[in-house]
């Protein structure tokens, strides 16, 4: 590990020699994701993304994509798309990232279950802001809108997102 690497600990993601809190699923942390658990994948993943809202905040980072309207991420299992971003018109099951709320106004994407995902093993690890420290994500992970900032300014492409198993005994959505 480096300190470039984003590193879940009981006390947040270590990353940059600083110590950022955050929430993580309600599902807590699993070494076997599924779809709809809620839970955090262990293991380590990469950020291969960033998307932002251009209408709420400037572009985070040179390598950001704008959210348009009518960007949604497909949570269809089974479907082509599966865990992929789409556009409206799309009938199957999916999540609209151009939204009302500052949930998704600044999302990094890492590569769980992408490219090639397979149905039923979840879709969409984000890190995005939190809704309220505590509260816990749909399996994602969420941190204070400052501090998300503040790292998607300092994260890279392929910066890596370790999640270790020996954590999946921790309980709380809140990691301190």
Known sequence: MTPADMVLTHRGIRFMG???PCTIGRGGLSADKREGDGATPVGTHQIVGMLYRPDRMAR??????PIRPGDLWSDASGQAQYNSLVRAPYEHSHEVLRRADPLYDLVMLTDWNWPDAQAGMGSAIFLHRWRRPGYPTEGCIGFRPDHLRHIAQMVQFGTRLIVPASLVRAHAAYIR
């Not at 985070?60 to 994509?65: G, K, S």
């Open 60 to 65: 985070p980072a040179d390598w950001a994509r």
């Open 18 to 20: 600083r110590d950022w």
